[in-house]
């Protein structure tokens, strides 16, 4: 890879970030050794001297300790053309190091190189030399934008930030210069404006609670074997959370399923055991354990909520972008194109096709990768462990909806609504 070769004194924190940049630029790099520049007058009088003469690309850590120093150097150089550098707050420790620092984040040394490149482009810095972009963003604009002075200027800094990659901490000056250098006003408006995206549970959440599983079980033997007089209670006691991989698999990791029809494989499985365990013999178990599957496939089984079209026709109205997050059959993407749902929807995520179930945080970083990792995931559904509480854990915001759960705290709940309805008071 050929270097940046750049004429600025390039300054860092400490011998290992010196030794990182050296990789990718050709210069004077200085480390100035941490917080020992504050008492190395010999130090300090270089930089003072090679900045009035060359100028000088500032970068440090996105740590606490990383801005001080940047704002003393700043300070000890003042009046030279200074370039700062920012680089993205990214939690992890260097391999050199017995333990992590002490705000848990990678220092200049730990970033990768295309990382570093990113962030120098971004400041200006590049093959061509130094280049500044000049934007008219001034004081008034931050004002303007939300980003200083109003209610909301932290939050839309650090979705700003989270979105550019660069530190959330900057003052305002470097947030301007930051800015001027990066974006124009028109696109900080696009990312601030920018809705979160949606993640719906399917049943109980967009359909009727109704309990297919159970139903068509009981239909099946009292119509096939009605002479065995099989009670109710036997087969609801041994279906109820059991037989589906999401209840027998306690780890909820079914990627040995997903290939030959492995998912209803398992499933025909655990019903016939169900069947035998209820009364019926193992010829007859095996016999109307496969027919369940066709009867709960079929859209005419599922009822939508009386006002789960309309909301989510407003919805989308409104902006939002919506993908459907089910722990379910491999053969939902076609039962929702049936029910009229696929136009509502961006992308559908079943955990039989996936190989995870909620609450698995895999299964939630997958649907967040097929929606183009979004700054903000919002999950919606009516199980508090695995729609909530794991949704939450895995950094989505959460309202929990139709709820069944009386006994519920709203603990990892952002909001809790009676009806599809009421949300249309949340999501604006």
């Not at 508090?384 to 069944?404: E, Y």
Request: with cysteine.
């Amino acid at each position: 890879m050929e270097k940046i070769k750049v004429n600025q004194v390039v300054v860092v924190e400490g011998k290992y970030d010196a030794i990182k940049l050296d990789s990718i630029i050709d210069g004077l790099i200085i480390p100035v050794n941490g917080f020992s520049v504050y008492t190395d007058e010999e130090k300090k009088s270089l930089l003072k001297k090679l900045g009035r003469k060359n100028g000088i690309i500032l970068v440090t850590d996105s740590d606490s300790a990383g801005f001080r120093i940047r704002n003393y150097v700043q300070n000890i150089c003042r009046g030279s053309e200074i370039i700062n550098v920012y680089i993205p707050p990214v939690q992890g420790k260097e391999s050199r190091k017995q333990a992590p620092s002490k705000e848990g984040l990678l220092g200049v040394e730990g970033i990768d190189k295309e990382t570093l490149l990113k962030c120098l482009s971004d400041a200006g810095v590049n093959s061509a030399g130094i280049s500044v972009h000049k934007e008219s963003l001034t004081y008034a604009d931050l004002f303007e934008l939300g980003l200083s002075g109003t209610h909301n200027a932290t939050d839309n800094r650090e979705k700003l930030a989270k979105y550019l990659n660069i530190p959330s901490k900057l003052s305002k000056k470097a947030l301007l210069e930051v800015l001027n250098r990066m974006c124009t006003k028109q696109q900080i408006e696009q990312i601030l404006s920018e809705k979160p995206v949606l993640f719906w549970d399917f049943h109980g959440t967009l359909t009727k609670p109704d309990n297919q599983w159970v139903d068509i079980a009981l239909e099946l033997c009292d119509t096939h074997f009605p002479e065995m007089n099989i009670p109710h209670s036997e087969i609801k006691k041994n279906l109820s959370g059991k037989c589906l991989p999401w209840w027998t698999y306690p780890d909820r990791d079914t990627r040995h399923l997903i290939e030959n029809d492995g998912w209803w494989r398992s499933c025909n499985e655990e019903f016939t055991k169900m069947y035998i365990d209820s009364g019926l013999g193992p010829a007859q178990a095996a016999e109307i354990a496969p027919l369940i599957r066709p009867y709960v496939v079929d859209s005419k089984n599922h009822r939508l909520h009386d006002d789960c079209i309309a909301v989510l026709t407003e919805l989308k109205k409104r902006g939002y972008k919506n993908y459907m997050l089910s722990n379910n059959f491999p053969e939902l993407l076609q039962l929702a194109s049936e029910m009229g749902l696929d136009s509502y929807f961006d992308g559908i995520v079943v955990s039989a096709l996936v190989g995870y179930d909620k609450p698995r945080k895999e299964i939630f970083d997958f649907a967040r990768n097929l929606a183009g990792n979004p700054e903000k995931c919002i999950m919606i559904g009516d199980n508090p462990a695995d729609d909530i509480k794991g949704a939450k854990l895995a950094g989505f915001d959460t309202i929990l909806v139709n709820n069944r759960h009386p006994e519920y705290s709203g603990e990892f709940c952002d909001h809790i609504c009676k009806t599809l309805t009421e949300m249309l008071d949340v999501l604006k």
